[in-house]
């Protein structure tokens, strides 16, 4: 078959001090950190949507990519050669899983029966060119925000006939994700939420979407799905209010419906920017409820309200990212670019360049990370900031073993406390930034 991307090679790697734009400098795939290959530690993926359908359209122009792979848009041709394009990609790159929404893959019909007869045979197709290859499907989802039908959401709306409708897609498209080998399938409430509260019930709303999530696990469970389901949170965009905001409270809203066991989250660096966190918080907060499971590695930019979807470029934010992963013992997912070119980025070259940015700064950051932990310092520190707990009392309370009035009379001979303690935020960052130019 001819190829797509002609003048572009299998991308190697050549090392830091290349200036090869086409090589990479840090991601190493067979290079072993802490035990484990790079390639292990680093299952980067491609997001179909951005990668082989977005061609730079925005709210004020319209393309400026070329994004046909020579043939005629919005014909089943296209997206075949979406498929060959984003496999010739993938193999150059030796990115080894891919993202999709239902409607990434093949153009939507004006009948749904139509469009999943597309998506059948266009499964069929992705499936053959897996044959031979260790390619495999790291997420798929539903897209429930595109369409007018879902302006009100799809398990929030207020039709029951939207939500059936929505139920359907969701059931296909986890389908798709079983028939792929995806590891797991994705909830991103684009339009769970609201505009007002003049007009929405919110505890209605919520208990339908669980309701729905509940059905999609039992559904899927029942045709071999043994993944993870995933929330990915974000504050808002499209709505002004979406309801899982962030980790902590998609954790919540898990819990609370009895989901927990079968979900974890899929955090995303822009979404969790967005929320007024950094990156590394809810990765945190996922990892200590045992709920970090998957990521979306861009991007956002510190000057813009809203999410840019950058490549990732920032190795302060991905060693500290990586710091995170490490210590949960890696992820069940993986390293999903949920990122796209900037629209003057518009050629094949920047397609590359991109994606060998992403993986060389995951890359660089799992190096870092890795030697933040061999080095210990931050460890050592943390430890001794808490070391006063290993005392009679610190356990005591620890266990569960004191009360109110005992800690009173406690305090009441103690007389007041010593300060506690420096936390040192200074030294430590002197230590990241250390590390980080060794
Ligand atoms: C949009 C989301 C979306 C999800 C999948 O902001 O990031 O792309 O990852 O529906
Ligand atoms: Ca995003
Ligand atoms: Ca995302």
Redesign the pocket.
């Known amino acids: 078959m001819k190829e797509i991307f002609e003048n572009i090679p299998v991308i190697p790697f050549e090392g830091k001090d290349s200036d090869n734009p086409l090589a990479f400098k840090y991601y190493d795939a067979d290079r072993v950190i802490l035990g484990k290959k790079m390639s292990e530690h680093l299952p980067f993926a491609m ?1 179909w ?1 951005h990668n082989l359908c977005a061609a730079g359209t925005d709210m004020f122009g319209r393309d400026t990519a070329d994004k046909s792979f020579g043939a005629e848009k919005g014909t089943m041709e296209h997206a075949k050669a979406k498929v060959d394009a984003g496999f010739e990609f993938m193999k150059k790159l030796g990115i080894k899983y891919f993202c999709f ?1 239902d409607v990434d893959l093949v153009p939507e019909a004006d009948d749904i029966k139509e469009t999943n007869r597309r998506l059948d045979e266009i499964s069929d197709y992705i499936l053959e060119k897996m044959k031979g290859t260790d390619i495999k499907c790291l997420w798929g ?1 539903a ?1 429930m925000f595109g369409n007018p039908r879902f302006m009100n959401g799809a398990g929030s709306t207020n039709s029951v006939d939207v939500y059936a409708f929505a139920a359907k897609k969701k059931k296909k498209a986890l389908d798709l994700t079983v028939k792929l080998g995806g590891r797991g399938y ?1 909830f ?1 409430g ?1 339009r769970e939420g609201y505009e007002t509260l003049l007009n929405t019930d919110v505890k209605f709303e919520q208990e339908n979407i669980a309701k729905l999530m509940h059905m999609a696990v039992d559904y899927g469970r029942s045709i071999g799905f043994t993944g993870d389901f995933y929330i ?1 949170p ?1 504050p808002k ?1 499209p709505m002004k209010h979406q309801y899982d905001f962030d980790a902590a409270t998609a954790i919540g809203f898990l819990r609370q419906y009895g989901l927990d066991k079968d979900f974890k989250l ?1 955090i ?1 660096a822009n ?1 969790a920017t967005l929320a007024g966190h950094t990156f590394q918080h809810d990765l945190r907060i996922s990892a200590i409820n045992g709920m970090l499971g998957s990521i ?1 590695a861009n991007q956002g930019d510190t000057l813009l309200g809203w ?1 840019t ?1 950058e490549f990732p470029f920032n190795v302060y934010e991905a060693t500290m990212c990586m710091y995170e992963v490490l210590k949960n013992g890696g992820l069940t997912g993986g390293f999903n670019f ?1 990122s796209k070119n900037r629209r003057p980025s518009y050629t094949e070259e920047d397609m590359f360049y991109a994606y060998i940015l992403g993986m060389d700064t995951f890359a660089l950051g799992l190096i870092k990370a890795a030697e933040l932990i061999e080095d210990g310092r931050l460890d050592r520190f943390v430890e001794q900031k808490y070391s006063s707990w290993n005392s009679e009392l610190g356990k005591k309370i620890r266990n569960n073993e004191t009360t109110l009035e005992e800690l009173f009379r406690y305090a009441e001979e103690m007389g007041a406390p010593e300060l506690p303690g420096s936390g040192r935020q200074e030294y430590l960052e002197g230590i990241v930034n250390n590390i980080l130019f060794k």
């Open positions: 997001a949507w929404h989802t897209n994705v991103w684009g990915e974000k965009e899929n995303e979404h979306d999410d979807d949920d």
